[in-house]
């Protein structure tokens, strides 16, 4: 037998490997997906803002319209998932929830305004495209997020459990390699999103040194010796002219970049990789997308409003409770009838094999029974009883259906010739009985024709009595 072919789809089909080392699974991972009709840009977003959660995020996921968020919350635990955010669209806008999971709370964000990844980098002069760079988390840095108020410490909570911690003495930095930054406008409640690439480039250097260092072949067709080509610009090159002292750092570890040393000195740049977001808070709720009211930019209830809510709230969730109580109930009824049923049908047919195999035994004494008395047949006991042997024939057996033949064939020429009597008008050829019985019925339903025929009606004729006594 050949080998069976596998298809396109269960080639592609990678098993999750859900066995990770220990630093991985407290890390935060996260589901990033929409619901809805959003349209094309929302889902190119959806898209980019994964690339943000690298590599802690379901790159691949694949969700279906059939989809509900219970799957997302029941999958979960067994992935290590512990953030949620969904992306949504109505006709007022588009928003952006971000879930703690399996319990909550959830924030709502109205998205104001986007731009997508292709178009923050197609706006660039010089494109900065490195795809090891989501090989490490983002470094999450926060502006403006220690205000008053309950719903900035939630916040501040939440974004910054998205991404895992660090530990200064531990961490390398050739892995922070991107960093995400919030700032919160405290006037206008905005919050801004940005998603940068961070570069390392050292300073005090001059320009051609800084290619050689770079592994950058320069032109040196037009100078006679290297010292020319070295200082020819001066000390400085015309990029670093511009930079603001208070970017230089002292690198305390060697970088991966060419000419990032330890204790030597490099100036951090940033450039932007999108997408970019402008989010303002809206509800806050307890639940996962559902529960109480934590906080609310635009509605603000008052006392016993919340009170009422939190009563119905209340009741609500009695009633889901005693309806799944009585759900139960009723499963584990239905179970322990069928458990009844099936045992009841399983000593049916104990006892029908029972009672089969005691026919079985009672046919076997029958057959040897008739089988031990073969001598004491009909012809046997005649003879114990009479003193001589019976006559020839007397006992012997004629199956039936042969009898009935003989009886048939010896009755066919009298039924046929009473076909032929009955259908030709003529009972010469009948037997005697026959033809009286049938002359007899011939005479008595002459009779009763008469009789049928002589029957009148009175009728008056111009108001006489006169009665028609043979119709003619």
């Known amino acids: 037998m050949g080998k069976r072919k596998k298809g396109r789809s269960v080639k592609n089909n990678i098993q999750a490997d859900t066995e990770e080392p220990e630093e991985l699974k407290r890390a935060p991972h996260s589901f990033v997906i929409h619901r809805g009709d959003v349209g094309g840009y929302v889902i190119e977003l959806t898209r980019d803002f994964r690339k943000v959660m690298e590599p802690f995020t379901a790159s691949c996921l694949k969700p279906r319209k059939k989809n509900t968020i219970k799957d997302f919350v029941s999958i979960a635990g067994l992935l290590h998932v512990s953030h949620l955010c969904i992306f949504t669209s109505t006709e007022l806008g588009t928003y952006m929830k971000i879930a703690r999971l399996p319990h909550g709370p959830t924030l709502t964000f109205q998205v104001h305004s986007y731009s997508l990844t292709r178009d923050v980098v ?53 892995n922070i390699r991107r960093c995400v930054l919030l700032n919160y406008d405290v006037n206008t ?10 570069k390392a480039v050292p300073v005090g250097l001059s320009k051609g040194i800084k290619k050689l260092v770079q592994s950058k072949v320069p032109n040196l067709g037009r100078f006679e010796d290297i010292s020319d080509f070295i200082t020819k610009s001066g000390q400085l090159s015309e990029s670093e002219a511009e930079d603001d002292p208070g970017s230089h750092v002292t690198l305390p570890q060697k970088l991966s970049s060419r000419g990032n040393i330890a204790s030597a000195q490099s100036a951090l740049r940033l450039i932007e990789l999108g997408p970019r977001l402008t989010l303002q808070a809206s509800p806050a709720l307890d639940g996962v997308l559902n529960g109480e009211v934590l906080f609310h930019e635009f ?16 009741e609500k969730r009695k009633l889901k409770e005693k309806r799944k109580r009585i759900q139960d109930e009723n499963t584990r009824k239905k179970a322990q009838k069928k458990e009844e049923m099936k045992q ?95 002359l007899k019925g011939k005479q008595k339903f002459a009779r009763d024709g008469a009789v049928q025929k002589n029957k009148f009606h009175k009728r008056k004729v111009f108001g006489s009595k006169i009665s028609k006594k043979n119709k003619p």
């Open 122 to 174: 197609s706006a660039m002069k010089k494109q900065f495209v490195f795809e090891k760079l989501y090989q490490n988390a983002s470094l999450i840095v926060m502006n403006s997020f220690s205000g008053e108020g309950r719903h900035m410490k939630l916040m501040a909570s939440m974004f910054q459990n998205m991404f895992p911690t660090i530990n200064i003495t531990k961490v390398k930095l050739s």
């Open 189 to 198: 409640k905005m919050i801004d999103f940005r998603h940068y690439a961070v």
């Open 299 to 314: 509605i603000e209830k008052t006392e016993e409003e919340k009170l009422l809510i939190k009563k119905k709230r209340e």
């Open 344 to 438: 009841k049908s399983l000593k049916g047919m104990q006892k029908k094999l029972e009672n089969q195999s005691e026919m079985h035994k009672l046919q076997a004494e029958v057959e040897e029974d008739a089988g031990s008395g073969e001598d004491d047949n009909d012809a046997e006991w005649y003879r114990k009883e009479v003193g001589h042997d019976p006559e020839t024939g007397l006992f012997d057996s004629v199956p039936r259906r042969q009898n009935k033949r003989k009886l048939s064939s010896s009755r066919g020429p009298f039924h046929k010739k009473k076909k032929e009597s009955l259908k030709y008008g003529t009972n010469a050829e009948m037997n005697p009985t026959i033809q009286n019985k049938f």
